[in-house]
């Protein structure tokens, strides 16, 4: 029997997820509160939050502040195809793509995810998207 830590009720240890870091091998937290914590939307937002944050410190050396001022710095548009953040910021994409050299590590500006994917998807090869380009403009788009 163990009480968990956040409703304070006492339940069978199989009401808890293992966790070898405790000396009784189980969470402080049942899995019934767990769960109530994970699926709350303001607890997901803060965790996506701090995970956005130690994930560009980590990657790329950047704070929040320094992507916002980047964001100021292209016009808040994609620095590729100029479309303005509020066209392209939504609920599924919050933040733009911190794009970077990948042999360097530089940062060279923030794409929304589309251009950010072509990019990619072309090994960040200017002759590849050009020839792209090429082949629409020849054949046809949309556009």
Do not use: F
Not at 11 to 26: I, M, R, S
Not at 27 to 55: G, L
């Amino acid at each position: 029997m163990k009480t968990c830590n956040t409703c304070n009720e006492t339940k069978e240890l199989t009401e808890y997820h293992k966790a070898k870091v405790n000396k009784d091998g189980h969470e402080n937290r049942c899995k019934a509160c767990k769960q109530a914590w994970q699926s709350d939307p303001a607890q997901r937002a803060a965790r996506a939050r701090r995970s956005w944050k130690y994930s560009i410190k980590v990657n790329y050396g950047m704070t929040p502040e320094d992507y916002y001022k980047m964001v100021e710095e292209q016009g808040n548009k994609c620095a590729a195809c100029d479309t303005p953040w509020e066209e392209l910021v939504n609920h599924v994409w919050e933040r733009w793509c911190v794009d970077h050299n990948h042999n360097t590590g530089e940062v060279r500006g923030l794409l929304c995810n589309g251009c950010n994917a072509a990019a990619g998807h072309a090994q960040d090869d200017p002759k590849i998207l050009r020839g792209i380009a090429n082949y629409l403009e020849d054949r046809g788009y949309y556009g």
